[in-house]
């Protein structure tokens, strides 16, 4: 196992599985960890590495993934994850699990990327993806982050270049001298920064559920086909 720190609170985990046949951008794998008097609990974490199936050109799968887990304080799992877990200890895992929330590299119907804080693992799966396989899908990522030190793969996402476009919204702060808006993403910044309902992006929107919830809705209204519109919620809380 390699870890990453991303950001305080947030860190990667690559880990290597053998045996492991590969997944699609935007799967999952369920982590299941159990204590030595028995009790286990399992949660679900998204790959945030490139796919290996599904590709225009298939290479061998490697057995390394990465998770990006971020911390849900009080949480069972996630500080386990990313504080206690040492080089060397085993954790079980299963997967890599979903068909529905899944970005097919060979599709080159535009892509429009809504992600609200850590929902950006399985959109960054989908961007790494798209980059590694040189796919001519427009692509565009709209990261809603609450302050640019809660930022994951802050320099990956500069760096992603001109076939992936990428806007942030700061919910609470933005950078020195940020001339835009703080706040919750509106349906003018969708609008502003997403493709037009009528170039019939395929949409994939991820993150805490009251965030996912409202990006769809506002995106129903914008007029965006809602059988092109996936989801995929992290959890109860929202932004
Ligand atoms: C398909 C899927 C993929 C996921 N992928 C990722 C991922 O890539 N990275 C990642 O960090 N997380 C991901 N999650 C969330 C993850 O599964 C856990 O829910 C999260 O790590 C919290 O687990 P915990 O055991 O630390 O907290 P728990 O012990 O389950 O919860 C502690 C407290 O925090 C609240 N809580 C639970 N989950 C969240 C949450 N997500 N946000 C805010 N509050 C919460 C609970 O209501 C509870 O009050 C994913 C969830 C799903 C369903």
């Known amino acids: 196992m390699h870890r990453v720190r991303e950001t305080a609170t947030a860190m990667t985990l690559e880990l290597d599985v053998p045996g492991w046949r590969g997944a699609m951008a935007g799967q999952h794998v369920d982590v299941r960890l159990t ?5 286990s609990a399992q949660r679900s ?9 599904g590709m225009p050109v298939m290479g061998a799968a490697s057995e390394r993934i990465a ?3 971020q911390v849900v304080d009080d949480g069972e799992v996630s500080p386990y994850l990313t504080e206690d877990l040492e080089v060397g200890d085993q954790i079980e895992l299963r997967g890599p699990i979903g068909n529905w929330f899944v970005w097919h590299p060979t599709d080159t119907r535009p ?3 809504v992600a609200g804080g850590s929902g950006l693992v399985p959109l960054m799966s989908m961007a790494r993806t798209h980059a590694a396989c040189g796919s001519s899908a427009p692509m565009r990522l709209l990261v809603s982050v609450r302050t640019p030190a809660d930022a994951l793969y802050a320099d990956e996402l500069d760096r992603l270049g001109p076939g992936v476009e990428v806007t942030r919204v700061w919910t609470r702060s933005g950078p020195p001298a940020w001339p835009g808006p703080v706040g919750r993403v509106s349906p003018a910044q969708l609008a502003a920064s997403g ?3 009528d170039d019939s992006p395929r949409v994939f929107v991820c993150g805490p559920t009251a965030f996912v919830e409202a990006v769809a809705d506002a995106l129903v209204d914008l007029g965006h086909d809602p059988d092109l519109i996936r989801t995929e919620r ?5 932004t």
Not at 234 to 238: Q, R, V
Request: charged share 5%; proline share 11%; hydrophobic share 45%.
């Open 67 to 69: 998770l990006t887990v």
């Open 195 to 197: 493709f037009a309902p």
């Open 35 to 39: 204590a030595e008097d028995g009790y």
């Open 45 to 53: 974490y998204s790959l945030a590495s490139p796919a290996s199936m």
């Open 111 to 113: 892509v429009q990327l």
């Open 234 to 238: 992290f959890g109860p809380t929202g």
